[in-house]
């Protein structure tokens, strides 16, 4: 059930979807993969946005399952661009005491960067201060039908009975059934959609949505979100 706190002041989960590389670098006269080079500084400044305001949860949309369908180059642009980011981050991420956690199918993911990302995860998972999940490979759609058919294989096995399938049961099965539901959604460069991303866990979320291309997105866009985000009240349904 939803908690009673009416109008917390800042979030505890903030989840991103980062959307406008490509229009960034088209404005520029560049490739797409300068803007993607671009996107992953401006995760940067997201994290230490988190930090700043000690907003211990941070959900980034960095792939998703429909961008397989993307050209070969690009997303061996994009996978490459992911083993670089953890490789140059990961003394930051220690140091820092940043938890890394992913979800989305990973399997897809190209040995060399999922190694990494392995890597990351393990060497940091005790850290508990903050938390930077990143959801690769990922689609919410893919996400809530496995949790339906570990459901559907419980009840078979006799390990649960029919009634007591319910929304927890639901959630206890999402890859995410550790980390609170997102209070705050942000989507940048103009898009009003939440392609695919957290469907379950959104039901409750703010969302604010923005003009500016993802590599563009600075402090000044994030106080802007937070400042929405405060005056929004949180009825969860009731009057």
């Known amino acids: 059930m939803p908690p009673d706190n009416p109008q917390p002041q800042i979030p505890k989960h903030v989840a991103i979807i980062m959307d406008g590389n490509g229009r960034w670098a088209k404005s520029r006269g560049l490739g797409r993969t300068e803007g993607h080079k671009a996107g992953a500084d401006a995760v940067i400044k997201a994290m230490e946005c988190c930090q700043k305001y000690n907003i211990p949860y ?8 429909e961008n397989w369908k993307r050209s070969p180059v690009e997303v061996s642009t994009l996978m490459q661009l992911l083993a670089d980011f953890l490789d140059k981050n990961a003394p930051d991420l220690q140091e820092k005491q940043i938890r890394l956690r992913v979800i989305g ?7 060399p960067a999922r190694k990494r990302l392995k890597a990351q995860v393990d060497a940091t998972a005790n850290f508990t201060k903050f938390n930077l999940t990143l959801a690769l490979s990922y689609g919410a759609r893919a996400e809530i039908a496995a949790a339906a058919a570990k459901i559907a294989k419980d009840v078979a096995e006799g390990t649960m009975a029919i009634k007591d399938i319910d929304e927890n049961a639901v959630s206890r099965r999402l890859q995410t059934a550790d980390l609170p539901d997102p209070d705050l959604i942000i989507r940048t ?4 959609r939440l392609s695919n991303f957290l469907l379950w866990q959104a039901s409750y979320s703010e969302f604010w949505f923005t003009g500016t291309l993802w590599p563009d997105f600075c402090d000044k866009d994030f106080n ?4 929405e985000y405060s005056k929004r009240q949180r009825r969860y349904g009731k009057a």
Not at 58 to 65: G, H, I, P, R, V
Not at 189 to 192: D, W
Not at 224 to 227: I, R, S, V
């Open 224 to 227: 802007q979100a937070l400042d």
């Open 58 to 65: 941070l959900t980034l949309y960095a792939f998703s399952t």
């Open 105 to 111: 199918d990973l399997e897809r993911i190209p040995w």
């Open 189 to 192: 460069a103009g898009e009003q």
